[in-house]
């Protein structure tokens, strides 16, 4: 079987580490990888936007399944492009419809979906231009901390709470009128604040049958304690000790089952995966968002944990079969480290030379992020450049593994918090 992977981060780096593994994997593409990629896969260099380049590489190279690895070309389409044209019909495709993908690609469509189908969430309002100032007004009367959200695709940045009502006042005009968020913050929506600790269900389904993946943490701001600036995601853990088969069983009732059941009445046929982000508030779980592909870096903590032939399992679901599926899960912990180039989430350089690499224990997974090779050389390429796995029979033990590993690796400006997993421990 001939496989493309349609991303360049950890998250697309641990996929084909995963796949290439696979007896079933002839040749392997990502479009359009990384350095890490590149070690053990074809890149491709195709923008994931070129839909019919990317067809007609997938006609030339005989590729018989796409795994969508992340979001922009599933809300843009891609699914549907395929699936309209004769000739790529038979080519299979791990990612929902430009439909399905609204869970993503529209935070107010998420939120109304949730609603009408009983699905446990922060009650929230939508504003645009058109009722701006009615959102002022609302934020005056609003409790604390408040929620602000763009509605589009903002590279996981498009979230800020605050416990200051002129802020939040402020933050909605910067989104709204001065388009911080460009189109994605066309529509904003305030919603109200839980309390309690988050985590990231996955569940994989062909539109029949679904899997839940290991549950994972990941931890967004950009400083210890959770303090900072958003970021794409500086670090994760799995399994989470408070996600056990009691909470799980809520989550399978309350929000999988019924979520997949309202994809079926919006005649929606999902193919994919469903990464719900969730708050655990005092042992119940609440929804805070939808995305239709794998979490980064939670990636680069599940895939380690599956023990069974992942692209037999991506092969099945694209048959309509994945009820056959079997799921073997290693009951170690895995914990991920990210680290980031000096400045980011905000400017930072690229082109700066990693070095240290063949100083990583052979326990350690690292997942290129933002990296590329360049005449022999590794640079960087990006705001988060690496996930540093290390699996071990406790959390502490596979901490050790990826901070080791972390403080192996060089280059000007390296960054990562020293306290991932500092709240589940």
Not at 112 to 139: C, H, W
């Amino acid at each position: 079987m001939n496989v493309l992977i349609l991303g360049s981060g950890g998250r697309e780096h641990a996929f084909a580490w995963k796949i290439a593994q696979s007896t079933l994997c002839k040749k392997l593409f990502v479009a359009t990888g990384n350095a890490g990629t590149a070690q053990i896969a074809q890149n491709v260099n195709i923008p994931l936007n070129d839909f019919p380049r990317l067809a007609q590489f997938c006609l030339d190279n005989q590729v018989d399944l796409v795994l969508v690895g992340t979001e922009t070309p599933l809300v843009d389409g891609i699914v549907d492009f395929f699936k309209t044209a004769e000739q790529l019909k038979h080519i299979h495709l791990i990612g929902p419809t430009q439909a399905g993908a609204m869970l993503e690609g529209s935070k107010d469509f998420s939120k109304t979906f949730m609603l009408k189908y009983g699905i446990p969430t922060a009650t929230a309002r939508t504003f645009d231009k058109s009722n701006l100032q009615e959102g002022l007004v609302y934020i005056d009367k609003h409790s604390l901390p408040i929620v602000l959200k763009a509605d589009g695709l903002a590279a996981g940045k498009g979230v800020i709470i605050t416990e200051d009502a002129q802020e939040a006042k402020q933050i909605l005009l910067e989104m709204i009128e001065g388009a911080k968020f460009g189109v994605a913050s066309n529509k904003v929506l305030i919603e109200n604040y839980l309390k309690g600790i988050e985590l990231s269900v996955f569940v994989l389904t062909d539109g029949i049958s679904y899997k839940i993946l290991p549950s994972a943490k990941d931890y967004k701001r950009i400083g210890e304690g959770d303090t900072g600036l958003n970021t794409g995601g500086m670090g994760a853990v799995s399994p989470i000790s408070f996600a056990d088969d009691d909470f799980m069983r809520k989550v399978e009732e309350k929000i999988i089952k019924p979520t997949l059941k309202g994809l079926k009445a919006e005649n929606i046929d999902y193919l994919g995966f469903i990464f719900i982000g969730l708050m655990n508030v005092n042992g119940e779980p609440y929804v805070i968002e939808y995305n239709v592909r794998m979490g980064d870096p939670e990636t680069e903590v599940v895939i380690p944990r599956i023990k069974s032939d992942f692209l037999e399992i991506l092969s099945l679901a694209a048959q309509k079969r994945l009820s056959e599926a079997k799921l073997e899960i290693d009951d170690r912990t895995a914990t991920t480290v990210m680290l980031v180039s000096g400045g980011y989430p905000q400017d930072f350089a690229k082109g700066k030379t990693m070095t240290g690499f063949e100083k990583i224990s052979s326990e350690v997974l690292a997942f290129h992020a933002g990296t590329l090779l360049s005449e022999g050389k590794i640079l960087t390429s990006g705001g988060r450049v690496i996930a540093l796995t290390g699996l071990g029979d406790d959390i502490e033990s596979a901490l050790e593994k990826s901070y080791k590993a972390a403080q192996f690796i060089d280059y000007e400006g390296k960054y990562y918090r020293k306290d991932i997993g500092f709240d589940v421990k």
